[in-house]
């Protein structure tokens, strides 16, 4: 291999995968008797790990989607689609952008199809997730990190 190839920036999917999923339906099934439609809340976050080998990162984006009526949970969805990422000479300042807002845009498709599919199988109408921005959502976090107290 030349020094040129060996130092080009790599940006590779090394595995795509659920690392946790779970569904509830506390109510049921008297909560399927109810007309009225839920309010759905959906929480997002994503963390990033370096793993052992050189160059590979752990990057999970959780998903919590949680439907109720008044005050009874009709059902609590939790994904946690997870990939290892191969990331290689690129700039330090670089690595965050891509471990906050490259992997989650990989990896949100994943986790909107599982919530969408887990959702039918609990009995109700499926769940799509909104496009989201990951950029916004990074330079969110780096504004809360960078406004706390050392």
Do not use: H, W
């Amino acid at each position: 291999m030349s020094e040129a190839t060996s130092a080009a920036p790599v940006f590779a999917i090394e595995k795509i995968y659920m690392k946790d999923l779970s569904v509830e339906v506390p109510n049921g099934p008297q909560i399927f008797l109810e007309r009225e439609a839920p309010s759905v809340e959906v929480g997002v976050r994503s963390e990033a790990k370096p793993l052992q080998q050189e160059g590979l990162f752990e990057v999970v984006l959780a998903v919590t989607v949680t439907a109720k009526l008044k005050d009874k949970t009709l059902f609590l969805v939790e994904a946690a689609q997870a990939g290892i990422f191969q990331i290689r000479n690129i700039p330090q300042q670089d690595l965050g952008p891509l471990l906050g807002i490259a992997c989650p845009n990989t990896l949100f498709p994943y986790a909107r199809e599982a919530v969408s599919a887990v959702t039918t199988r609990a009995g109700f109408p499926p769940v799509v997730l909104a496009p989201m921005s990951f950029e916004a959502i990074y330079q969110q976090q780096q504004a809360q990190q960078s406004s706390k107290p050392n």
